[in-house]
């Protein structure tokens, strides 16, 4: 990797480091929006017609509805186990989100204001293909909807070649008690479930990461006032910032760095070492080359690896600061002590803390969600949550007394704001009780 | 109001009822996209040119830093009492629901999950122009990002036709520290937040509700990973539904209607009666008559009042479902033990329970958000709220125990999905630890 220090080189240059590729949303957005407006307006024939044409595979149906018969989650019993572990700590660390009870506030006396939350009714859960289907991203997105009580959860999934779906994403599907699995990826699958086709529900919100084409897609349809449909946040290519010391073990931040350099040759790695020598850094480069030789996708990791760095700062404060103005995705501390450190971290997806905390551990199954923001969002995105599943309600009760306590308030904004009839629906009431 | 009932008009008729117009974004995006390039391109020089242009006024500076002069924020006694009690309880209500401590949840034996809340950094209230500016607005916007610890507020307020800001404005940003405002409205002052320009700083999120332009833009911006900006939702003309029955005050329920209909031509204001007679409705119809009669805002009004629909039903149930499938921004229930209904609301912005709690208080006072989900959009968005202002981070701390507990499901999973380095991270650590 290659090696930039903030005492030898340039401001310019490290910022270079820390810059994300340009997207350029434009062009794809023109490419996207044919393909949505074609499943808008013809349906189930049009999802499998695009089916044909991208995924290659002609299918009957490109919908599955539950129950799913046991020949389709045919899986061995590791997997699920693994699977059942992973649901457990998903469905535990979620549920302690879910603000459960009415929040009831007595702003002042007789003016009690409250705040609920009530389950989005319908929800679409788009799990990627391409380089591999992600059966962890069904658990992400689908046990949340479950906590959060969503009465319709719609998944979506390309077939695999054999027009087959993936065995632990149908068991998933069963465990949730999901309606249905959509048969399809990309846009089309997206433009499925905000407008719903013949057979396929229309949902409310559509969750879930994917590449340009199902990011674009769900910016359509969220801007789209007939499609009336919500999405959980952008999506841009998989990030990871490792914040090393001396005390880190060199081959744990070398598989750090190259489990997230294997998600695609645009993912971005970055390493910031805090008063490292030159010969400790070594130890972690010697490491990356070790251990990405045996890996089968040796090919991906080089070229990502090709374009990621390692940043050398002398002060805790300092690696910090410049996690902060990247907010990475990912951020994982090997320092002494990490945990200290967690206060001072002010924007990252999700943080993974300290030696024998590797992100895959949150890929899959400690209990935080992996559907992360990504590309400098996590400085006004959260990830994936209970909270993504629900809305909040407010409501108010005032009496009599409330009246008193807020009533002349309300009719002097009002006044100021020209809005008369405003005034009134206070007037009336106020004059009726006789305290105007 | 045109009058229909569920027993003797067809289904389609009523579902007419509850039809929002179609918005048509993609002419206005195009109307939009110009203005938001050129602010992108030029910063001041083209906000001073686009103000000139659309509000006629003509500005040296479109920008103002704090300190404000106290000349600025001249306003009489009683609407600063108004506007401290309101600022007051909107504080009250959004500091209950500041999630301040670190939630951390022991999912497994060894595996310790948390998530805390971060203030996002920037953030821009946008405040309406148009037939009225807002102070109210400006209060539920930048009251809880002071709560939610926001360093950099912005406001953007058009100024008046004098070139002027309203002064209850300038006393607002003056109480909550806003750094400065932006003499600008629609469509090119949502730019200069989402991009910044020479002197006016860039934003990391985007508040408040505005019409058309302001939506569209807003839309824009958050879509521009250029931008780097969020927004808060999509926003449409402002819509009431009231529920009635006959232990309502005709004349409560009328001036509810009206405080709707006042807002503008394209509001929505839909009445539900539940078993009610002829003569009962009537007079609600009669008290919005002569209550109009004196409103300043009478023609709006009656544009807006020729397109609202009183509908009859019989039941509680009926009125409930039907309110939830119309999703309305706010809901009025005007009915006998009104606090017990509050359960069956699915889907709203904000409730307004029982015959003293008008609109308007919670427009103003009660110390709720009056910035909410418009067009069905209740259905899957929350207002604005604490929340809106923050983002929530996880983290996590395996111990070597943690990944005696979790550490085969994650690299069974890995393996399933074949991402080897993910396996290795999780294989490497074991080992050294002499578990495998």
Known sequence: MERFNVKKNSKQAIAKCLERPI?????????????????????????????????????EDPVLFAPYPESMMQITPDIKKAIDISFENIRIFHEAQNQKDTLTVETCPGVKCSRFARPIEKVGCYIPGGTAVLPSTTLMLSVPALVAGCKEIVFASPPGKDGKLTPEVVYVAHKVGAKCIVLAGGAQAVAAMAYGTETIPKVDKIMGPGNQFVTAAKMLVSNDSNAMCAIDMPAGPSEVLVIADKFADPDFVASDLLSQAEHGIDSQVILITVGMTREEIDKIDVAVHEQALVLPRVDIVRQCIAHSYTIEVDT??????????????????????????????????????????????????????????????ARMYSGVNTATFQKFITSQVVTPLGLQSIGKAVMDLAEVEGLDAHRNAVKIRMEKLGYI
């Open 316 to 377: 805790y404060e300092e690696a910090f600061k410049m996690s902060n103005d990247y907010a990475p995705e990912h951020l994982i501390l090997q320092i002494e002590d990490a945990e200290s450190y967690v206060d001072k971290v002010d924007h990252a997806g999700s943080i993974f803390v300290g030696s024998y905390s590797p992100e895959s551990c949150g890929d899959y199954s400690s209990g935080t969600n992996h559907t992360l923001p990504t590309y400098g969002y």
């Open 23 to 59: 997207q350029k949303s434009a062009d794809i957005m023109n490419l996207v929006k044919p393909i949505v407006e074609k499943v808008q307006n013809e349906g189930n024939k049009a999802l499998l017609e695009l089916t044909a044409k991208f995924d290659r595979v002609t299918l």
